[in-house]
């Protein structure tokens, strides 16, 4: 069966760069961001088939000029097709 990973985590990077950062990490597909903070914390959001690929797009963003530090919040996995099911 077909598992979905969905992830938070917070990137810290160099103050005043956070937009950009932003800006390359959507554009590269590597995760959403809801959050940006002036001092330089990033809240991503990650949806991936496997921790496999949720680690790949953490060390792609960690690859990225100006990000210091990528933490992990938080990673719930289960079969995709829960999240087809309707909610009580």
Known sequence: MAEI???????FVRPGTGTAIAAEIQRQGLAEVPRIDPRGRLVLLLERPSTGAILDSIDAVRALPGVLAVHLV???AEEASALEE???
């Open 74 to 76: 938080y990673q719930h």
């Open 5 to 11: 990973h969905i992830t938070s985590a917070i990137a």
């Open 86 to 88: 309707a909610m009580p």
